[in-house]
């Protein structure tokens, strides 16, 4: 077996090196999506733990749910390979991409109309803005105004 193989991780480790709570480590426990050893009351992650760790976060972050990683965790380590069981994740993937691409283009849409509206602010904001000559005519008439009333 090579030594990478047989590495082991504690659950502080794997939580600092994919930057992840104790807790995240043992809720994914409780779900059965990881299942370290136990020496007494400390948890002992295998290189296999390591791995299903990071294909659960990579799957929550393109969008997965944790029963549908579940499935595709249990996937990989049962079927190894099984084209129609392949098929079925190649659409979901797929379809998993259609909806990030409308994702993008709804907030590349919204960040069009933020620009817009700040385009117009930033125009309404020095239409309002008083002009230099304005200014030194109101500091004028403050001035009066103080030495009348000093006066």
Not at 49 to 74: N, P
Not at 137 to 145: G, Q, S, V
Request: with cysteine.
């Amino acid at each position: 077996m090579p030594k990478s193989a047989s590495r082991t991780y504690s659950i502080s480790e794997l939580a600092e090196e994919f930057s992840v709570t104790a807790r995240a480590l043992r809720f994914y426990e409780d779900k059965g999506l990881l299942t370290p050893t136990r020496h007494g009351q400390t948890r002992v992650f295998s290189a296999t733990d390591r791995a299903r760790l990071r294909l659960i976060l990579r799957g929550k972050r393109v969008g997965f749910s944790l029963e549908e990683i579940r499935e595709m965790l249990d996937l990989e380590s049962i079927t190894s390979g099984n084209p129609q069981h392949l098929g079925v994740w190649l659409t979901r993937f797929r379809a998993r991409i259609e909806v990030l691409k409308q994702q993008r283009r709804d907030i590349d849409g919204a960040i069009e109309e933020l620009e817009t509206g700040c385009a117009w602010m930033e125009a309404r904001q020095a239409d309002l803005e008083p002009s230099e000559e304005l200014k030194s005519r109101a500091r004028a008439f403050e001035a009066l105004a103080r030495a009348r009333l000093e006066h």
